[in-house]
């Protein structure tokens, strides 16, 4: 079965996972899950998360990816096939919607190398990345010098026109994002009441986003723009969203912080000295060889 996971239905997917849980399952509700079971009233032998994703490359050339978020069977079903029913299914299912890849990191921890051999076995090839991530509560983040930094020439997105907006994300392209995702198609989701603005000279020159997801955890996203987003302007735009951010949610709201790209894990520990990067391996798994080349 393939399903959207909704609300309703998340806790189908999150109950199968192991306490361990090394590929995270997403908050997003646009996320995609593959079931397996041999009886339709049974609940789920394994599962599969994904969702469907722009890449891009050094070029700024755009890739359709698939990111593997959650991958699991139930240890009295396996070894009987299951993990490779769901693995096929996902690579029919991506090779009628024109991906060119499945994309999975996996994080340091006590049982990543075995998650890595079993992705392996499945066509995976990994290396080491960094990837910059830690969650923290909104008071927590009150000792960080960052959010007293000045916030000149930071505005919050409802104060700017939201055609010069729009205009201005869709002229970037991801190649301009630190955190190598595409919003272009999703800035309506984003808090235009804590979501920041570098404007100079009536012009953007990076942004801050945020949003909540279903979890209720704030998510977030930065995009630069021309030569005016130095260090100042990424810690004006965060000082600023984050007094928004504390005026409009409960100081106990968790604030997400990750970012992939190499730009994203340098520029994390410029802003955050006293946090180390996660150390990932991100594999992919190329549905056409020739994309690898």
């Given at each position: 079965?393939?399903?959207?996971?909704?609300?309703?239905?998340?806790?189908?997917?999150?109950?199968?996972?192991?306490?361990?849980?090394?590929?995270?399952?997403?908050?997003?509700?646009?996320?995609?899950?593959?079931?397996?079971?041999?009886?339709?009233?049974?609940?789920?032998?394994?599962?599969?998360?994904?969702?469907?994703?722009?890449?891009?490359?050094?070029?700024?050339?755009?890739?359709?990816?698939?990111?593997?978020?959650?991958?699991?069977?139930?240890?009295?079903?396996?070894?009987?096939?299951?993990?490779?029913?769901?693995?096929?299914?996902?690579?029919?299912?991506?090779?009628?919607?024109?991906?060119?890849?499945?994309?999975?990191?996996?994080?340091?921890?006590?049982?990543?190398?075995?998650?890595?051999?079993?992705?392996?076995?499945?066509?995976?090839?990994?290396?080491?990345?960094?990837?910059?991530?830690?969650?923290?509560?909104?008071?927590?983040?009150?000792?960080?010098?960052?959010?007293?930094?000045?916030?000149?020439?930071?505005?919050?997105?409802?104060?700017?026109?939201?055609?010069?907006?729009?205009?201005?994300?869709?002229?970037?392209?991801?190649?301009?994002?630190?955190?190598?995702?595409?919003?272009?198609?999703?800035?309506?989701?984003?808090?235009?009441?804590?979501?920041?603005?570098?404007?100079?000279?009536?012009?953007?020159?990076?942004?801050?986003?945020?949003?909540?997801?279903?979890?209720?955890?704030?998510?977030?996203?930065?995009?630069?723009?021309?030569?005016?987003?130095?260090?100042?302007?990424v810690k004006a735009l965060i000082a600023k969203a984050y007094k928004g951010a504390c005026e409009k949610y409960p100081s106990s709201t968790i604030l997400r912080v990750q970012l992939h790209s190499k730009q994203g894990?340098?520029?994390?520990?410029?802003?955050?000295?006293?946090?180390?990067?996660?150390?990932?391996?991100?594999?992919?798994?190329?549905?056409?060889?020739?994309?690898?080349?």
């Amino acid at each position: 079965m393939l399903v959207t996971v909704t609300p309703e239905n998340r806790m189908n997917f999150i109950e199968l996972a192991p306490p361990e849980e090394l590929i995270r399952i997403g908050a997003d509700p646009d996320y995609y899950g593959i079931g397996y079971t041999d009886d339709e009233n049974s609940f789920p032998d394994g599962v599969l998360l994904f969702r469907m994703e722009s890449e891009y490359d050094d070029e700024h050339l755009e890739h359709v990816v698939a990111d593997l978020r959650f991958f699991f069977v139930k240890e009295e079903s396996r070894n009987m096939y299951v993990g490779t029913f769901l693995f096929s299914k996902l690579i029919e299912i991506l090779e009628d919607a024109g991906a060119e890849a499945i994309r999975a990191d996996v994080p340091l921890g006590e049982d990543y190398n075995l998650v890595c051999y079993v992705l392996e076995k499945y066509g995976f090839e990994f290396s080491f990345s960094e990837n910059f991530m830690f969650e923290k509560k909104l008071d927590d983040f009150s000792g960080f010098p960052i959010v007293k930094a000045s916030t000149k020439n930071a505005v919050y997105l409802k104060e700017i026109r939201q055609t010069q907006l729009r205009e201005w994300v869709e002229s970037k392209g991801s190649g301009e994002i630190l955190d190598e995702i595409d919003i272009s198609e999703d800035i309506d989701d984003y808090d235009n009441d804590v979501s920041t603005a570098l404007v100079v000279n009536d012009t953007i020159s990076g942004l801050f986003l945020i949003k909540r997801d279903v979890d209720g955890k704030l998510c977030t996203v930065i995009l630069r723009g021309d030569e005016n987003f130095g260090g100042d302007g990424v810690k004006a735009l965060i000082a600023k969203a984050y007094k928004g951010a504390c005026e409009k949610y409960p100081s106990s709201t968790i604030l997400r912080v990750q970012l992939h790209s190499k730009q994203g894990c340098a520029l994390a520990a410029f802003l955050f000295p006293d946090l180390e990067a996660r150390v990932t391996r991100r594999g992919y798994f190329y549905l056409n060889k020739a994309a690898a080349e």
